[in-house]
């Protein structure tokens, strides 16, 4: 392997085509360069340079090993900058788990950010409930979770609350409070709700039931779903009503109308946190959670 060292002499007396202006370039003595060359044009087998007392040209060889010679140097460059990011966390592949609901607005966002600040970083997406993120985190199977508060049994995990948000009502379109300009979750007590499964998606199930408990009723459950694109569209059909993270406002369906609820009460608000591994301190984790920062609202 021919060293980093003789590859740049050897170009630098390529481009100059001068002994002389090349040892000056190098900050070093001719004879030293001059022996150098010769040492280089031995190693490879061929002349590198047609020279005589008043001229130094490249041979055909020589032009060829020039352009072997950038692109080896070259090459050695990449893998130290490819190095140095890895170290500094901008490079590489991350595994995040998310919450299917953050979907709609909150992990497009994220995402939109974190390319364009660390754009060789490939995130690898799994769409998870929260209770599978944190079996996923404990297993090494993610790096970090995006997932809904409140979750048990994680103390071994670091939990940060990114953002928080609330329950909007989806009714249908002709439903008699349709065109109401605020609405609280009271008048809809005597309607059917759809909502999420307790196995699948406690958080929101149980939001959902103390958000009710708060407004006065004990909610007629119609479904159970936990897909909101496809509860979005059962509302359209008539089936019943349902309370979702404001974010579902972002995907509009012609069938239904997204209210606001005027009840201030904190069983509304949804809190949304990310996690990871208490002992996880690689780069590309530090680098994700310095973007899942930005949209800290608590």
Not at 161 to 187: G, K, N, S, Y
Request: proline share 5%.
């Amino acid at each position: 392997m021919i060293a980093a060292r003789l590859l740049n002499q050897f170009i630098a007396v390529a481009e100059e085509l001068h002994f002389g202006r090349a040892a000056a370039r190098l900050h070093m003595a001719q004879p030293p360069l001059s022996q150098a060359i010769q040492n280089l044009e031995e190693m490879v087998g061929v002349a590198l340079f047609a020279r005589s007392r008043h001229f130094v040209a490249l041979t055909p060889a020589g032009k060829v090993f020039l352009d072997e010679a950038r692109a080896l140097l070259a090459q050695g460059q990449q893998a130290i900058d490819a190095a140095r990011r890895a170290n500094e966390g901008v490079s590489g592949r991350v595994a995040v788990g998310f919450v299917g609901s953050v979907s709609y607005e909150l992990l497009p966002r994220m995402l939109r950010q974190f390319r364009i600040r660390f754009p060789t970083i490939h995130i690898d997406l799994r769409e998870l409930t929260s209770v599978e993120q944190i079996e996923n985190l404990r297993t090494g199977k993610i790096d970090i979770g995006i997932l809904r508060l409140p979750i048990n049994d994680a103390a071994d995990l670091n939990v940060r609350t990114i953002e928080v948000e609330r329950f909007i009502a989806v009714i249908p379109r002709d439903h008699r409070l349709a065109a109401a300009q605020t609405i609280r979750l009271e008048d809809l007590a005597d309607d059917a709700f759809m909502t999420f499964p307790p196995d699948r998606v406690p958080s929101l199930h149980a939001k959902f039931l103390l958000a009710c408990e708060a407004a006065g009723f004990s909610p007629r459950i119609a479904l159970e779903a936990w897909q909101m694109a496809s509860m979005v569209s059962l509302v359209a059909a008539g089936i019943g009503v349902v309370l979702l993270p404001a974010q579902v406002r972002t995907s509009p369906h012609p069938g239904v109308v997204y209210k606001d609820l005027a009840n201030d009460s904190d069983h509304f608000q949804l809190r949304i946190a990310v996690a990871w591994r208490s002992n996880d301190v690689s780069p590309n984790v530090q680098s994700l959670l310095a973007v899942l920062d930005s949209h800290t609202t608590d």
